[in-house]
């Protein structure tokens, strides 16, 4: 058995441990256990949502939700009891106290948001914050995993220089491809981000995908974006110019991505955007100083993407709440009562 065999087997049953975890603590949550878990509700994050194609080779699946998924969860949280709120009045929300909460966000402003995000939540009245990264409005910059899945899609070899010369790696089978993908996407953690990105830039015009075609294809511009807004239940968040892991940056360059993120909301908007989404936002791309950095440029609070509910009144970190993702690979309606119920990461944190 290959390694790339072995690894798609290892994905497919952590995918299946993920789900039976889902189903206990439905069950649990159910039998009214752990109620404490829920805490004063949770924040969701959302990606693409646009129906489904089916593709053999999906890196990206688990950043996208149908529009039928998003349809049921609203329905599902209304049916428990939950109150959605804007993400900017969360503060005042978990001050006041009462029912659980639920903020809805969607990150790095696609395309497919306006197109089938937004009248699900018009259907159910429900609030909603798109983060956005200034480097796609303006298409200076690009979305590293989609140049990369495209390429591969579309490629049986990829030549790439991982720093000891240029590699010719096999990425003809499903399996291949994802290999691929995992190694280019570990190097572009490792390094210098956007030195990394341009090499991966570069690797794709070779192998014939235009990489900010697909910025320009995928994600809304200032015209889309000032759309979107029309609708009261829609507002602007930041995030960052060039969506690299802020923790990885210097001072000076996280302070000044984060500044002139919430400049270039404001140029559309007319007011200063009060949310921030760190990129990637899981915990190696967050620090301590980028907390501080974010709160004193005048955010009132900051999402993460590590897993969690919002904590019982006063003791929720608002420049660092966590959010609950809703996964592509797991789109059940029961799935997102577990998730809110809190019981997942609870029970998570004590098998660490
Ligand atoms: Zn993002």
Not at 52 to 69: C, M, Q, S, W, Y
Not at 169 to 176: D, M, N, P, V
Request: aromatic letters at 6%; proline letters at 5%; a positive charge.
């Amino acid at each position: 058995m290959g390694p790339t065999i072995r690894n798609t087997i290892r994905t497919i049953v952590r995918r299946a441990a993920i789900a039976g975890g889902l189903e206990v603590a439905g069950g649990l949550s159910r039998a009214g256990l752990m109620a404490g878990a829920r805490g004063q509700g949770a924040i969701f994050t959302l990606h693409h949502v646009r129906p489904k194609l089916v593709r053999a080779f999906d890196p990206n699946g688990h950043l996208e939700i149908t529009p039928e998924f998003l349809d049921a969860t609203l329905t599902t949280l209304k049916r428990d009891g939950n109150r959605f709120v804007a993400l900017e009045q969360l503060p005042d929300a978990l001050a006041a106290g009462g029912g659980p909460i639920a903020c809805f966000t969607l990150d790095d402003g696609y395309r497919n948001n306006i197109e089938h995000a937004l009248p699900v939540f018009e259907r159910h009245q429900v609030p909603f914050t798109v983060f956005v990264t200034g480097g796609f409005i303006d298409r200076t910059h690009t979305l590293w995993w989609e140049t990369l899945a495209d390429l591969l899609a579309t490629n049986e070899t990829m030549r790439f220089d991982f720093g000891r010369g240029v590699e010719t790696l096999q990425t003809r089978a499903a399996a291949e491809k994802q290999a691929a993908f995992h190694r280019v996407a570990a190097f572009l953690h490792g390094r210098d981000e956007a030195t990394a990105i341009a090499l991966l830039n570069a690797a794709a015009i070779e192998h014939g995908i235009d990489p900010l075609a697909i910025t320009e294809r995928l994600t809304l511009d200032e015209t889309g974006l000032r759309r979107l807004i029309e609708s009261p239940l829609a507002s602007l968040g930041a995030h960052t110019i060039s969506h690299r892991s802020v923790a990885r940056l210097s001072d000076a360059d996280a302070r000044r991505e984060i500044r002139e993120s919430a400049e270039r909301i404001e140029a559309i908007t007319g007011r200063r955007p009060l949310t921030f989404a760190y990129p990637y936002g899981d915990a190696p791309a967050v620090s301590r100083r980028d907390h501080r950095i974010v709160a004193d440029l005048g955010f009132t609070l900051a999402v993460t993407t590590q897993p969690g509910t919002l904590a019982a009144r006063g003791h929720s970190r608002l420049h660092a709440l966590p959010r609950i993702s809703l996964n592509g690979h797991f789109q059940r309606a029961r799935y997102v009562s577990a998730l809110a119920s809190g019981i997942p990461f609870r029970l998570q944190r004590r098998a660490l």
